[in-house]
Nanobody, 115 residues
Framework: QVPLVESGGGLVQPGGSLRLSCAAS????????MGWYRQAPGKQRESVAY???????TYADSVKGRFTISRDNAKNMVYLQMNSLKPEDTAVYYC?????????WGQGTQVTVSA
């Protein structure tokens, strides 16, 4: 099992911002693109954004222009800056290599957008 530790979630009002952080082990971080995923209640987990080793980024249409993914290769960290949050962004957010469809996931961090 490869440890992945997400943090930074919380309760925020619509239009607010949060910054998520993910600490990943060097064994996966050094060789893979990394991504953020989310799973809302009753829905399947979906990819939100991913970033290649060299820093090229890709976003889901639903978050494009509002979210920014970044990585610090020296620290094995991945970040997700989320601005202009909407209620439909409410979900548990996870990080992992990208793409990934296995069973090794961290505990995630809950993001709740509500007035």
């Amino acid at each position: 099992q490869v440890p992945l530790v997400e943090s930074g979630g919380g309760l925020v009002q619509p239009g607010g911002s949060l910054r998520l952080s993910c600490a990943a082990s060097g064994s996966i971080f050094s060789f893979y693109a990394m991504g953020w995923y989310r799973q809302a209640p009753g829905k399947q987990r979906e990819s939100v954004a991913y970033i290649t080793i060299r820093g090229t980024t890709t976003y889901a249409d639903s978050v494009k222009g509002r979210f920014t993914i970044s990585r610090d290769n020296a620290k094995n960290m991945v970040y997700l800056q989320m601005n202009s949050l909407k209620p439909e962004d409410t979900a548990v957010y996870y990080c992992n290599r990208s793409p990934y469809s296995g069973t090794n996931w961290g505990q995630g961090t809950q993001v709740t957008v509500s007035a």
